[in-house]
């Protein structure tokens, strides 16, 4: 059924049961994992910032990695990718462009306020996203339900 399941993570605790039921779906279906990680650039004139967006892309590579690990674990396969942009965008395109079948994400990331209820990221590729989009709620106990 499916073959190819993409999973965008930022490496917060809130994305940790998207990544569980993707890695259940892979598994089940003997699916490649793909991990994307997606960081907003910055944009000022201020050469400080440099330093941040560096950390930025370093905690990206940490969020995929930390998928991949788990993926090894549970004898998956994962690939692992991060991109600079919109992430939105970003998630469907690389969706587009690697042929895959399933959207799995977290409807809660890092972000205030819950991320606006649904979470801005998920709630945009909910809408224009052409394939399936699983969305996994992490409830306030910490468990995951969709």
């Known amino acids: 059924m499916y073959d190819r399941i993409l999973v965008p993570t930022d490496g917060s605790d809130a994305v940790d049961p998207a990544v569980d ?14 991990a994307l990680a997606v960081v907003e650039p910055i944009y000022t004139v201020n050469e400080g910032l440099g ?12 969020a995929v990695a930390a998928v991949a690990e788990r993926g090894e674990a549970a004898d998956v396969t994962v690939v692992t990718a991060t991109r600079t942009g919109v992430p939105h965008g970003e998630i469907l395109d690389y969706a587009d462009e690697e042929g895959v079948d399933l959207i799995v994400m977290g409807t809660h990331g890092r ?20 394939v ?15």
Do not use: M
Not at 121 to 126: L, N, Y
């Open 21 to 34: 039921r993707a890695l259940d779906l892979a598994a089940t279906y003997d699916a490649t994992l793909h």
């Open 51 to 62: 330093s941040i967006f560096d950390t930025l892309e370093s905690d990206a590579r940490a």
């Open 111 to 130: 972000t205030g306020l819950d991320r606006y209820l649904l979470g801005s990221v998920t709630e945009k590729v909910v809408r224009l996203s052409e």
């Open 132 to 146: 399936p989009v699983l969305t996994v709620r992490r409830d306030p106990d910490g468990v995951a339900d969709e």
